[in-house]
């Protein structure tokens, strides 16, 4: 179901339909057994297997008890080692998870084992974003020290973007504020709705700056990338 921008979704809009339009832009290069490594409700699923070339999908989350989801996950991992022999997956997406991981390298090195050789991997972490599933919110990876870590595993081919620039970036921020700041229930809603329609403004005139370059000066508000293991 495509998210919808409104009053009640301030805050989880933008990650939401960035990560869904990077989806079902790179759906078509996933193929065969899909790995969805911290899978938690597994909301990309459907999507993942309408893709033609994919054979199957198993998500992998943490231990049981570590948290709890309403959909329970195929396979569980310690965190350090994936339960699964090398080169035995052909392709893996990681969707917000790596700013959870004390150590990023363990989770990309560990989807680089167990892909087979032409298998690609899929991932996304936000950037500009309120600290979350406190107190394990770990990092922000900025677009060169995801590549750094994406090389230094194997990954070759690497496509690092964002789903937005200067304005989806500022309409986030702000978001985040009137979602978090403390204030009264009635101001917030107040605000809430009032600032839907600008945040939709702002998202609409972000477009035009998609495709630049990622330099300094940029504002980017996540990271969405593509790798291969040759």
């Not at 009640?8 to 899909?34: C, E, M, P, R, W």
């Not at 297997?49 to 998500?59: A, Q």
């Not at 991997?121 to 950037?127: D, H, K």
């Amino acid at each position: 179901m495509n998210p919808q921008l409104n009053s009640g979704t301030l805050q989880s809009y933008f990650n939401d339909a960035s990560i869904l339009k990077f989806v079902k832009d790179n759906v078509k290069d996933l193929h065969g057994k899909v790995l969805d490594i911290g899978c938690g409700k597994m909301r990309y699923k459907d999507l993942i297997l309408s893709g033609k070339n994919v054979k199957s999908y198993e998500g992998l989350d943490l231990e049981e008890g570590k948290f709890t989801y309403a959909v329970k996950a195929d396979l569980y991992w310690d965190g350090i080692t994936i339960p699964l022999e090398n080169n035995s997956i052909d392709s893996v997406v990681v969707f917000e998870v790596l700013e959870h991981c004390p150590d990023p390298r363990i989770v990309i090195n560990e989807a680089f084992r167990v892909l087979k050789p032409n298998g690609v991997m899929l991932f996304s972490t936000p950037f500009l974003y309120h600290l979350h599933g406190s107190p394990f919110d770990y990092a922000r990876l900025t677009p060169f020290g995801a590549k750094n870590m994406l090389k230094e595993a194997g990954f070759a081919d690497i496509e690092i973007g964002s789903g937005g620039r200067w304005d989806a970036s500022l309409g986030q921020m702000i978001s985040i504020w009137i979602c978090n700041r403390p204030m009264p229930h009635p101001i917030r809603r107040i605000l809430s709705r009032l600032y839907a329609p600008v945040f939709r403004l702002l998202l609409s005139v972000d477009k035009k700056y998609a495709k630049l370059p990622m330099k300094d000066g940029t504002m980017i508000p996540n990271i969405l990338g593509k790798a291969y293991k040759k």
